[in-house]
């Protein structure tokens, strides 16, 4: 029980004196690996990206071709997330 507790608060804190950059990779990491199997949404948790705001992350998942489509709650761990919806995959056309 200790151990998890020491995981759990470790994470906290290790997230709370990231700097901006490591905000950003964070944004990065979670639309990348939350991707629903049928590419309908993903999710970025809020407190995971911390010296980033709520509209600097949007911006940076917008930027990136993800569209913003609510809050939510993770599945996980009940932290507040934001929702996008993943740029379509590109079709390949093929020159003959």
Known sequence: MTLVMAWIVGGRVRRRFQNVRQGADWVAKHLGENTRSD?????????????LTV????????????????????????????????????????DL
């Open 55 to 94: 509209p600097m992350i949007k911006e940076l998942a917008e930027s990136m071709g993800y569209k913003y489509s609510g809050t939510g709650f993770s599945r996980r761990n009940g932290a507040k997330t934001l929702e996008f919806v993943p740029p379509k995959p590109k079709k390949r056309r093929l």
């Open 39 to 51: 590419n309908s949404e993903t999710w970025v948790e809020i407190w995971d990206c911390h010296p």
